[in-house]
């Protein structure tokens, strides 16, 4: 496999940081340039950031000078993969300029809701990447593939089963959110120490517009978002990492907890075979746990290298004719940000998107 | 007022300490006799139980001897009123014992599902204490009335003015619960640090049945439950006091926020004439918090003395064509628990129940 | 009593609003203008701060108009005190300006370390009340006195019993300090859950320097620093209010555990005597539990109030000759800011420096 | 080498189930038995035991039925190795009939202040492992080697430099000590959700005693306690793993920051060459951090697999004449119970004190 030359925008942030760390020992993509904001250009990586993630900066990126991504333009030319996690602010114009040129794989919302912008989760929309295609008629010779908030991510993946064999008519969703989604230093400890905070803002719109886009069905050039409606509640808890979901979901046809589970070992089986060989994807993409008492973040947010999606509780729904409820647990900074994100561009480089 | 006698049994858990500490300093009841097991009886209360509260306790009932709850009956005529906080198992025992002479106000389960027993939380079923009376047909000259659930409370209390005025089809509730809601020494700290433990046994089967229960109308000699269906997913949070509920409510008339807020001053109204009197009730039954990051747990659990019961993200829901979101905090150890059964007590006494 | 007109600087800051919610309903001392930054001026306070305490503002405060703290000056005729909780950099500027005319009382550090300034614990000591008439070398008609650093506070009142009766030769102590003692926001919750941070800026030196002046003895216009020394070392725990430290002090005198008891009882006695009088003083000045297992944050910082300081574990040292050892607890937002300061101005009221 | 057979005593306790974890992979010891109480005894491992540990348990050992601990006396001849994890009450005669024939390694206190007994860390006192020999005339064929509390280990391996070059005179110790060192259920989360317990039954004792004993010198047959005191006070902190404690180090001669620093690392230089071909040994044994907040358990504590010991605050003390300050970190369920064994049972293996 040839390696892969990559730039990250907004190296210096937390988002960056994880692209980093997710890189460390990539097999096929290594990182070659850092950018952030002017403010830090020109330090060397360690002194233009605070590193916020367990294992030790790599030496080589930590003595890399960090440049201006105002000035990345003439730099393009030197990578295969741009990954960008720059702040809301700044992110639309700098990802479209790299996107002239070069593939570009986002943790950012910049681009989310654009209609001919996949949101591409692997397991769920592999075939959304055609719609890179209608991207070509902006001009550009790359593209923008953003990933899905981190809070989509674990009921887009644990609905996917369920809509593929069972329809859904309806979602409702709570979502207990980890500290770390809010970045750094984001939640003060005064806020949440003996406390829940039933609020994270513009979260729940987010979610709710993303899931029944990314379940949504390719039809000609366009994306049709998925005929399903789902309400949303998000709330913030004295959690480290991972999001907690409990989900109820009211479905097209009976489905049984057993069906569910059933449904969903044939979908482990699917996603091995299509994506078992991509460096970054877990074991099992979805782990069912049996005990009465999970899932739970912190015995299971590290599950599959933070990229499994872990799925407990599953009940009968005691409203819906037809439904189920479970709880479900993602990795908020793996699997629902950059380490997310290397794995859709580990897909791209295989279906020959990245060159 | 006349000043009633009362014994207080199971006074050595964490529920009979919150029983003798919100009789504390009480205008109308007087703790006279502490009941628990035979292990503690005989000694001083201050040497039988572990005291849990904030406060301290009072120096006459820490030198009160504790009594052999076995040995109740003989001793049923000094008091006026039975306060029960028994452990699951021992709890009908006694408690009917003690109802066959005198009023029992409990925050067991021991009696709640039992047809002619009502679960009375009066600003929301004032009414079916009329219950009392068709539980002479046992050959009790006394009662018993249990309080719900310490989940079912807020769910209750702040669904009450939109089923009055609009009607309820369905209601889905994810609740984040306290840790004071598993006694002491309840959830092992090792299992909430950093975590949330998606699951209390038996708790969503309670609070789905209890809140049809306590919603149902009185029909004839019975109560018959409410005609809508409750789903709920129950949680641990790292939270000490107050639960948090998030609430997706489908009405059976259109209710807007508006509406709703409109309901709630109507209710409060209503209740201020008809139960301000009583001591222990708060100024305000609901109190509806317009910021967009609230209830929260620590800053709205002590609201009207751990009394009213915060509503707050009240919102239009994103699935149901009629029908309101919204979160709610109830105090679990005091409206959940002894304190919320001193207001029934009151209540009963206000209505000659209790003599 | 006369009604003193008070001012608060940095009334939008966490410090300034504990002085408004310790003044709230306070018999002497009524808020009548509330200064903060150019920002903020000209806004009503409700819009121009972030209430972040329990209880609610006063409505009186909340639509009062927040002025410039710049243009102080001219408003000082209406002033009777100055209750300053600037933030470090311009506190010393503008503290001047207002002594130049008025009593300030200050929780800052900007004129602690100034030979003619009296770091002020009236328990602890009262007669460095005296260094104000220094201050007329000034050139001032007013004055300026400082409370000291939250976390000399607890110590420095225990410590006082110990060094009347015993001498001191030397002291260790670790402080497990709140979250709130940083303000807000503070610090991150991502630094804090399951972890301890070792380290706070500047605060040993604080510690160590403050503890011996504020024990040294008047001597002729100036104080002398007490003679012994103290190393410190400083953390962050978990918790959000109240400051626990473990002390480890060699006494010059033989001191038993006994003997310590004896003399905080003796001592508690002369503080009933000399300050029983003034409406913040607690019924206690030091609190000693017996339990082995307190002081505890949560459950020891609220008593007297939040005023008094819990001392518990007192042992004989295991390495000193003579010498103990014990854990003390002082409420860091209450008897370490805002109210401890309006105590100090109590004091000063009733000894006629305050006018 | 040679594969030696282990067996495990107190297997489904969580000290038992550390060894288990510690032992998983290791390539000189395999477990094949398991042994705990009469109750236990009979049923497969995973059935008997609730598992704590953060990796899922070997499929090999998760069917393996346990034993009763009672009666291994007739198994004794298949094990090479015992390693005991028993609670206080019964590890003495358990181990005692153990030892008669096998080498016992052991987390528990009951041989722990014998005097032919030596607490063994190896970078610590290698040397005391020929106390062993003295063992014999106890008429054993076998020997007892229990490792220090939890609590003592991080303080004597940070100490040992210090000692080695400068000599110590006196020693002052806070602990802030992790949930798990409770084992479980442990501490109830009410105690500790924004809190702090300033208490831990029997440790302060403990770690006085057991660190001069380690440090001490053989003399003849005897080990000679080191010539100094120890003073500590250990508290309870809302960390789930890692002890952190700050220390106040008296020496004989001068040692700056520096030129602990230095010592540090001819330390680590030795420990390299004497130890760092047995598996569980780190590559550092000490490892100094110059940021200036560190260490923090959540951070530090899986450093160098969680063996490493951190320190970090090194600073001149402000009380002593000599001496320095400083706040180490050890990992209190690896370093400090099964997996510090598992070393000194390695350490054993190559003196060929195991065979």
Redesign the interface.
């Given at each position: 496999m040839k390696n892969f030359k990559c730039a990250v925008l907004g190296a210096t942030g937390v988002a960056g940081q994880q692209f980093i760390e997710a890189c460390s020992g990539h097999p096929w993509f290594t990182i070659s340039g850092l950018y952030a904001s002017e403010k830090s250009a020109g330090k060397k990586y360690c002194d233009a950031c605070t590193w916020?993630q367990?294992s030790e900066i790599e030496p080589r990126l930590a003595s890399m000078v960090v440049k201006d991504v105002a000035k990345i333009e003439g730099d393009l030319a030197h990578y295969d993969i741009i990954f960008s996690a720059l702040p809301g602010e700044i992110a639309r114009e700098a990802e479209e300029k790299c996107a002239k040129q070069k593939p570009v794989i986002s943790t950012t919302s910049a681009f989310r809701y654009d209609e001919d912008v996949p949101i591409l989760i692997p397991e769920v929309n592999a075939e959304h990447a055609k719609l890179i295609e209608r991207q070509k008629e902006r001009g550009w010779k790359g593209f923008v593939v953003p990933g899905p908030n981190c809070t989509t991510v674990g009921l887009a993946v644990s609905l996917k089963p369920i809509y593929d064999e069972f329809g859904i008519k309806?979602?409702?969703m709570?979502s207990?959110q980890a500290?770390?989604g809010a970045g750094?230093?984001?939640?003060?400890?005064?806020?949440?120490?003996?406390?829940?905070?039933?609020?994270i803002a513009k979260e729940e719109d987010k979610v709710?517009k993303e899931t029944v886009k990314i379940l949504g069905a390719p039809r000609g050039k366009d994306v049709k978002a998925a005929a399903f409606?789902?309400?949303?509640?998000c709330?913030r808890?004295?959690?480290?990492d991972g999001h907690?979901e409990?989900v109820?979901v009211e479905t097209e046809k009976p489905c049984s907890p057993e069906d569910y589970r059933a449904a969903v070992g044939r979908f482990n089986e699917r996603m091995k075979k299509e994506f078992g060989d991509l460096p970054s994807a877990p074991k099992m993409s979805i782990i069912v746990r049996d005990e009465?008492?999970?899932?739970?973040?912190?015995?299971d947010r590290?599950a599959g290298g933070g990229m499994s999606t872990t799925v407990?509780?599953i009940r009968k729904?005691?409203?819906?004719r037809n439904g189920i409820?479970y709880?479900v647990l993602s990795h908020n900074t793996k699997k629902g940000a950059a380490k997310g994100e290397i794995l859709v561009a580990e897909y791209l480089v295989k279906k020959g998107y990245i060159k």
């Open positions: 916020h367990e309806n979602v409702f709570t207990m500290l770390s750094y230093p984001g939640v003060p400890s005064l806020d949440i120490v003996d406390n829940i905070v039933p609020y709710q409606a789902v309400s949303c509640t709330t808890a004295n959690v480290r907690t409990t109820f009465e008492n999970r899932p739970q973040p912190r015995r590290d407990g509780r729904d005691d409203v819906f409820k709880v």
